[in-house]
């Protein structure tokens, strides 16, 4: 792993969308293809922090707990921006933006983190992003409706999401909707993709296969 600007790296397409929009389903989808470096989110890494679930304590307490939750998300985000691969493309799900500028700055206006605790937030982003290599060059955003991701969200049940509303979901759903499809909040890294990612999961790759070719980064040819 480095984390020196200069170095090359692959083809990097980042998935974004609003919780339960599916975001890991579209990654799933492109494991099937070779070349392609698929990175989950390491939310197995935020539910055991030294044994400690950060997810779930962010859930109990979101003020108390925000400034915790979000440094250790900023960090584990760089670790998959600057991860080495073997492939000529990378996929990750998520990235250290939509942690910065979605849910950093949801917290922020909502008082849940304390404007000394962002402002250190933001300096550790500010440096990232003057001296790693996090640059990115498509991102695909699932678009979904607030209700669709709520329900998805309750069926899912994940233990640390019991407590997550719909106006919280309401919420995050603007903010995406400003910063990628208004594109009125924020830098852009890369050009935007949108799907539509309401349509139920027995049609939705109809949805993926329109970006097939941007994605594997060959416009030209796609083999499976
Ligand atoms: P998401 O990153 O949206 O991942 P997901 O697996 O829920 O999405 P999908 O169904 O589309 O695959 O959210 C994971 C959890 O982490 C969710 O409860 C929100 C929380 N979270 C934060 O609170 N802050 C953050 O910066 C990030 C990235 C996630
Ligand atoms: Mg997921």
Not at 6 to 17: A, L, N
Not at 36 to 56: A, K
Not at 121 to 128: E, L, M, P, R
């Amino acid at each position: 792993m480095s984390l020196i600007k200069s170095d090359s790296r692959p083809f990097t397409v980042i998935v974004e969308g609003n919780i339960g929009s599916g975001k890991t389903t579209f990654l799933n989808y492109f494991k099937q293809y070779h070349d392609i470096c698929v990175l989950s989110e390491p939310i197995e890494m935020w539910r055991n922090c030294n044994i400690h679930n950060l997810l779930g304590l962010l859930y109990t307490d979101i003020k108390k707990w925000s400034f915790t939750f979000q440094s250790y998300v900023q960090l584990t985000m760089l670790q998959q921006h600057v991860r080495k691969t073997e492939c000529p493309v990378k996929l990750m799900e998520r990235s250290i933006y939509s942690a910065r500028y979605c849910f950093v700055e949801k917290m922020k206006e909502d008082n849940l983190l304390p404007l000394p605790s962002a402002a250190v937030i933001d300096q550790h982003f500010t440096w990232i992003k003057q001296n790693a290599n996090i640059g990115v060059d498509l991102i695909i955003y699932l678009r979904t409706t607030p209700e669709v991701v709520y329900e998805r969200m309750l069926q899912r049940n994940r233990a640390e999401e019991k407590s997550v509303s719909l106006e919280y979901l309401k919420a995050l759903h603007q903010i995406h909707e400003e910063w990628l499809f208004h594109k009125t909040l924020f830098e852009l890294p890369a050009n935007v993709i949108i799907l539509n990612a309401n349509l139920d999961k027995s049609i939705i790759t109809d949805e993926y296969i329109k970006c097939v070719p941007q994605v594997l980064n060959r416009t030209m040819q796609v083999q499976a």
